[in-house]
């Protein structure tokens, strides 16, 4: 168990719909990602918040955001979902916020847009 | 941009056996950091280990073993004799630091199945 809590573990919705994907951190850490696994994109990096604020961002789309709140956990908020949107999202967290710090990651929410 | 490979697709091993998983990376950076990740079949994601650009001693923690080699820009995992719970998708994934951020560019995994 990394220590990295993310909910809900599976979600089922329609296009079009809007989700939100929760995640908790590890006890201490401040940084907080957020990953994409999908078949033909393998794993992307979505975006990086630092102790609230945002650190780094990859190829998140537009009706893609994502926050960190004052308790350090984090949301991803997915609209307008689309088909291409399913797939395994990987929150992580980390101590700090720079490169030499390994992400631990959580067991991932799978989204599934019918 | 950075680029991590890992050619082996998938690779089937039997128990006791010794395999080998590649990777080869791409970066402009003159410090980098590169990890292993392991993605058993109840789909977590596991760190195995960090190791930064200018520390070029391999590494072994019990049957698992690195070898970094920055002349080839490769980062090679061995698991010497191989057992039926080391199957699993094994990544290789380079941290690009820009703007003070850690973004880990994945390889695409390489699937090791290891049968009795």
């Known amino acids: 168990d990394s220590g990295v809590t993310q909910t809900p573990k599976h979600l089922i919705t329609a296009t079009g719909q809007r989700v939100t994907l929760r995640c908790s951190p590890r006890?201490?850490?401040?940084?907080v990602y957020w990953y994409q696994q999908s078949l033909d994109q393998g794993l992307q990096f979505l975006i990086q918040?630092?102790?609230?604020?945002?650190?780094a961002k990859g190829n998140i789309l537009e009706r893609f955001s994502a926050q960190q709140f004052p308790d350090l956990h984090s949301e991803l908020n997915l609209s307008s979902l689309e088909l291409g949107d399913s797939a395994l999202y990987f929150c992580?967290?980390?101590?700090?916020?720079?490169?030499?710090?390994?992400?631990?990651f959580g067991q991932g929410t799978r989204l599934t847009v019918v | 941009a950075q680029k991590v490979t890992q050619a082996q697709t998938e690779i089937s091993v039997v128990e006791k056996e010794d395999v080998t998983l590649d990777c080869v990376y791409e970066t402009r950076d003159t410090t980098y950091y590169l990890f292993w990740y392991k993605q058993p079949p109840s789909g977590e994601l596991v760190f195995l280990i960090r190791?930064?650009?200018?520390?070029?001693q391999n590494e072994i923690s019990g049957r698992y073993s690195w070898n970094f080699q920055k002349s080839t820009s490769s980062f090679n995992f061995t698991i010497t004799a191989s057992q039926v719970v080391d199957s699993a998708v094994y990544f290789c994934a380079l941290s690009e630091g820009t703007g003070g951020g850690n973004k880990l560019t994945f390889g695409t995994g390489t699937q090791l199945k290891v049968e009795l």
């Open positions: 006890s201490g850490d401040l940084s």
């Open positions: 190791r930064n650009s200018f520390d070029e």
């Open positions: 918040y630092y102790n609230g604020e945002e650190r």
């Open positions: 992580a967290s980390s101590v700090a916020g720079q490169r030499n710090t390994e992400a631990f």
